[in-house]
């Protein structure tokens, strides 16, 4: 996008927000002083007066598109950081977006499969079942009578989400630019991240091959389903996946008049969330509550649907360790431990004192530590390691921005469903029996089990492969020896010359000597041979010298 592009943009944006009164929260801050000015370049007015605050800044948020929408989504689950009237019309924007157009929803389907509606499916809803930032989604029935939702990309969101993408990676090189604190929090690498895990959303076969693959992982599971998909109907921007029932984890009230066991289902999300994440290093990042269902069927033991995994977080096994060993520490309130992990992983200066540190995340820690989710709010604390990251100059990883923002929906969902859930608690005995497992014999001769096929295909080859390193070491060795040998004749020469400069003087003082003597005492010239003699003995020794 070029500069007077985003420079559009921008006026755009403001414009917006200047159209729905969303200036007036700037008033508690110190840019209040500055309204003035964003009015008068936004050209417009506050024209839904009449609206609440909350409503104005869904309807702005919704008009500014997919990426602001989504960080809507994310304040609707902050319940302890946003005002229940702001949050409670966030909500809506999990699935409740304004649908686009019917008639274009099927000319995108039909264009994609290549087929007509009827040739697919024997019914089809044309109103959407939800609207969300990217896709709507419609009931249908297929012709082998399975019953199905079908969804179907926003037209035109590719072009849209690239321009605001644009203008965030423009932001993120100025700030970066000019903001030290900006290159700490890598804001460029955040907002690559970013643009790389958005683009994967809007093609839905990706999509597809996620919900494929959590399906996978938690397959008879009774902890968490995740619907079928039928990828003979499956294009970048339609897919077609099995229709689920259950109450949307938002609907609290219904849960609890259905007799859902509270406490279990806080519980078992806990456990879902730490299974994917240390279990199968890929998890649902993006468990708003317009993506969770429960099946209640059995209300003792609540079941989790999940669907929309269009967002999805992988973590390798060096993060995966660093997390469980940092938030054993945590448990176990081994605070030392946690600024060692830091320093030990490369986040902090090697040179920063461990005590020192060790003071500041105890300082951070100490204060939550056993408390209930009801009592202590993660956006405070997370405020608190900021303020100590900063102080010792520690960066930002990008890869673990998908897990943070994901933790931020644990702790929305865990105060909404359970308020005395014990997220310690409930974490700790799970991560240890993880730490137990990985490193357990079994899970050893396991792993060599699965690799056995790949050793046994190498093992022909090691002999052959032993051979060659010994050649390469002998190789080596005698490469080093004739380094050797050519430092020896290096030094030999050089001191040769040392040699043959030190006789080239004495001669030539020698023979200078000898011209001042014959011409004092031209009738004595004895001394004078003499000394020519000894001139002539030296010169000839520079000429061929030795080393001793």
């Known amino acids: ?18 159209k729905y009164g969303l200036d007036e929260f700037l008033a508690p801050t110190p840019i209040a002083k500055f309204r003035f000015i964003a009015k008068i370049f936004s050209l417009t007015s506050s024209q839904h007066k009449d609206k609440s605050r909350g409503k104005r800044l869904a309807m702005a948020l919704t008009e500014l598109g997919p990426i602001y929408i989504k960080l809507g989504q994310m304040l609707s689950t902050r319940r302890d950081i946003i005002p229940p009237d702001i949050a409670d019309d966030l909500a809506k924007l999990q699935d409740q977006v304004e649908p686009f157009d019917n008639e274009k929803a099927i000319q995108v389907i039909e264009s994609q499969l290549e087929q007509p509606l009827t040739s697919v499916f024997t019914s089809f809803e044309q109103s959407p079942l939800a609207s969300a930032s990217i896709a709507q989604v419609h009931a249908a029935v297929l012709k082998d009578g399975q019953d199905v939702v079908v969804k179907v990309l926003r037209p035109g969101i590719r072009k849209k989400i690239q321009k605001d993408l644009d203008m965030m990676h423009s932001l993120a090189q100025w700030a970066e630019k000019y903001s030290s604190e900006a290159r700490r929090f890598r804001i460029k690498e955040v907002v690559k991240d970013y643009d790389e895990t958005i683009k994967r959303e809007i093609d839905l076969r990706i999509e597809a091959a996620n919900c494929s693959n959590l399906r996978g992982n938690f397959e008879g599971s009774e902890l968490l389903y995740v619907p079928k998909v039928y990828w003979d109907y499956c294009r970048n921007k339609v897919m077609v996946m099995e229709r689920i029932s259950g109450v949307p984890v938002g609907e609290v009230q219904q849960l609890i008049d259905a007799g859902v066991d509270m406490q279990e289902l806080a519980n078992r999300g806990v456990e879902i969330f730490f299974t994917q994440v240390f279990r199968d290093s890929f998890f649902h990042a993006d468990m708003h509550p317009g993506n969770i269902f429960v099946d209640i069927s059995n209300p003792s033991k609540p079941q989790y649907i999940a669907i929309d995994c269009g967002i999805m977080g992988t973590l390798n096994e060096s993060d995966k360790r660093y997390l469980a060993d940092n938030f054993l520490a945590f448990f176990d309130q081994n605070y030392r431990r946690i600024a060692e992990l830091h320093i030990e992983s490369g986040w902090i200066d090697k040179n920063v004192s461990v005590t020192e540190f060790e003071s500041a995340i105890r300082a951070a820690c100490e204060p939550i530590f056993g408390k209930k989710i009801s009592e202590i709010s993660f956006g405070h604390f997370l405020i608190q390691l900021f303020q100590t990251a900063r102080k010792f100059n520690m960066q930002v990883q990008p890869q673990l921005v998908l897990l943070q923002k994901t933790l931020l929906y644990i702790e929305g969902l865990g105060r909404q469903l359970y308020p005395e859930l014990d997220l310690w608690e409930t974490a700790q005995p799970f991560l240890r029996q993880w730490i ?13 089990k699965q690799e056995a096929p790949q050793i046994l295909e190498e093992l022909p080859k090691v002999p052959g492969k032993i051979i060659k390193a010994v050649d390469q070491v002998n190789h080596l060795a005698e490469s080093f020896d004739d380094i050797k040998q050519q430092m020896v004749e290096l030094e030999t020469h050089k001191l040769r010359q040392q040699y043959a400069q030190k006789y080239a003087v004495i001669g030539s003082s020698l023979a200078i000597t000898a011209g001042l003597i014959y011409t004092a005492m031209p009738n004595n010239f004895w001394p004078a041979v003499g000394l020519g003699l000894g001139a002539a003995y030296f010169l000839i020794k520079s000429l061929w010298p030795a080393t001793k």
């Open 436 to 448: 137990k497992d990985k490193y357990s014999p079994i899970n050893f001769f396991k792993q060599m």
């Open 1 to 18: 996008m070029s500069k007077l592009k985003q420079l559009h943009h921008a006026m755009t944006i403001n414009r917006t927000l200047i």
